[in-house]
Structure formats: structure tokens, C-alpha cells
């Protein structure tokens, strides 16, 4: 018996107990493939095939995956490779195999490493940063804009992306209105990524789960860096101040920054005086896009608006002409 037909022997006998959440496809002189499933999305199938000088020459190693990226693959390959060097002469294939099974273990990131990837590439170098924590199978995001500064923590479930990412706010110097739109908004895109909607319209496509790490980390750098050097609409200063400590935590202070719906930036005083001065019909429309102004703090309806300025008018009219009948 030859030392390859030894070897494949062996592999029959062992692969399964030894090599946990794997499959023996193929056992044969002319190729052997293994697949390893931790879980749907955490699955490597190995494959290895032998000239006829093996062992003392390396065997012939292809990674597949369907989830897994062609880059991440790529380099696990040449490192498995360079194992296999390490053992000419002597059997590789379980040497390799157990690399695989262990990385696939201490690389809980590697089902997102595509995501992270792009991610990445929209990161301003000098002010932002990404942090891979393979031991606690999350990333930790830190982005500034100025004196303004957030850091998240992002924690990815063993099921994913079946299962949303777990989002945590670590610090934020924002002001509390955008530290609050900034957590909400990247669970609402987390939660979207994993579940349909709960009125479903006619003429929507089916739904397709999608993975949420790209899409919350891709909403947290462009926000962040968004706003801080925006102007508000109506007076056209910068509506932050330079120093996050100088921010107006008064909500309803003339210096408050107000986001309206269409994702533009007002000072509450503007904006304020901006819905309940004339022209009323038709609502206020931003003077940015031109879509129409929603806000939580002014939700009566333009004619409502209109009644209130009528009538503050003609008080007006009455204090002043008492004041010229008495001057």
C-alpha cells in the first residue's frame, strides 16, 4: 500500500471525529474534499489532489465557499500552502484541515470580512478607525468630524446574517437629539436587513435578507460626518458650535440644532419662526430640497398655524393702539 492510499485510509477512519462539523465528500487517489460547517455561513469546503511524487512534493489546495470572500479565501489558501510546505515528505491533508477548522473558530468575522472590507474604504484616514475584535466576534467604530466624535461597539451574532448585528453606543459628544437619531436609525437599518415589513404594500418585491453590518456602519460615518459643518437653512450660520461643550442642550434655546425629516439642519429659534410666520399654505418646505417640513415640535396643520397667527396679529394691533392713544 502506498503512503497516499495509507494516508487516505486514515482520513476515512479519522476526519470526522477529529475534524468537528465535517463531512468526507470524497476520499480517492485522484482527489479528496472535505467540508467543514460550523454554521450556514461559516463553511469552507477543501480540496486537495496529489501528483504522483507526493508526499514529498505539496499537494494541490482549492478553498470554496459560497459565503465566504474570494479575497479571505485566497489568503487562507497560501497560508495553508505554506503549512503544507512545512510537511513534505509526511501526509498534509489533516495538518490542513485542522488549520481550516481552526481558523474558521478563532475568525468569528470572517462571514462579514467582505463587509469590512468596503467599510473600510470609506473611512477618512487621520480622524476614523475600525477595529476588529475576532475574540468577542465584534468591530468597534470610532468616527470624528472636528471636536465631535462617536464610538460604537458592533457584535456579531453566531447565526448571522440570519440575525441582525447588536448595536452599542460607547461614547458620543453629539448633541443628545443626534446621539438619539444616530442609535435608532442603525437598529431600525439592522432590523430591516433581517425582517419584512409589517405592512407590506401590493406592488413591493419579495423580501430578500440582506446583512446589516455595511449598511449600520456605512449610515454612522456619512451621519457623523455630515452635520457637524452644516449650516442652518434659514440663517445660513454654522449651526453647530465649534466646541462640543458650547452645544445649546436647552431644546427649545434659540441655539438648539433641530433636524427635520428630510434629514437637513435648522437652529430652533429659525425654524421656529420660519413655520409660524406667512406664507402658510401648503405647509413649509425646506429650503435645501424643497420637501415638505415635518418635525415632532410643530405638528399642527398650516391652517391651524395660520388661525394662531391671525390671531396673535391682531393683539398686536390692539397693544398698539393703545399705546398710541395714550402717548
Known sequence: ???????????????????????VEACV????????????????????QFDPQYPKSRALIELKSRYISEKLLDGLTKLSEELADKNLGKPQVLHVLRFVRNFIDENPLCCCSEEISNVKKKLIEGTDELKLRQKTSSVVLK?????????????????????????????????PVFRRWFLAQSVEIARQCVEPP???????????????MEPVVSFLIDEAHRYVNSECKMCRKKAFPDDPKAVELDEYG??????????????????????????F???????????????????????????????????????????????
Not at 500500500?1 to 463531512?23: F, G, H, N, W, Y
Not at 409589517?198 to 446589516?212: A, C, G, Q, T
Not at 399642527?300 to 398655524?305: C, D, I, Q, R
Request: aromatic share 10%; hydrophobic share 30%; charged share 30%.
Open 281 to 327: 399654505q401648503k405647509g413649509k418646505m425646506c429650503h435645501t430640497c424643497g420637501s415638505r417640513i415635518f418635525h415632532d415640535k410643530w405638528k399642527l396643520t398650516a391652517e391651524t398655524v395660520e388661525a394662531r397667527w391671525a390671531h396673535k396679529q391682531a393683539k398686536q394691533r390692539e397693544l398698539d393702539e393703545v399705546v398710541d392713544f395714550l402717548s
Open 29 to 48: 487517489p485522484a482527489m479528496v474534499r472535505v467540508k467543514i460547517e460550523k454554521t450556514k455561513y461559516k463553511q469552507i469546503t477543501a480540496c486537495f
Open 254 to 279: 434659540a441655539l438648539h440644532v433641530e433636524r427635520v425629516y428630510c434629514g437637513h439642519i435648522y437652529h430652533y429659534k429659525c425654524l421656529d419662526t420660519y413655520i409660524k410666520t406667512p406664507p
Open 198 to 212: 409589517k405592512k407590506k404594500k401590493p406592488k413591493d418585491p419579495p423580501f430578500v435578507l440582506r446583512p446589516s
Open 1 to 23: 500500500m502506498s503512503i497516499l492510499e495509507e494516508e487516505l485510509k486514515e482520513l476515512r477512519q479519522c476526519v470526522p471525529r477529529v475534524i468537528a462539523d465535517s463531512t
Open 143 to 175: 468616527v470624528k468630524e472636528g471636536q465631535y466624535y462617536l464610538k460604537y461597539n458592533l457584535t456579531v451574532p453566531e447565526n448571522y446574517p440570519d440575525q441582525q448585528i447588536k448595536i452599542e453606543e460607547k461614547e458620543c459628544n453629539y448633541p
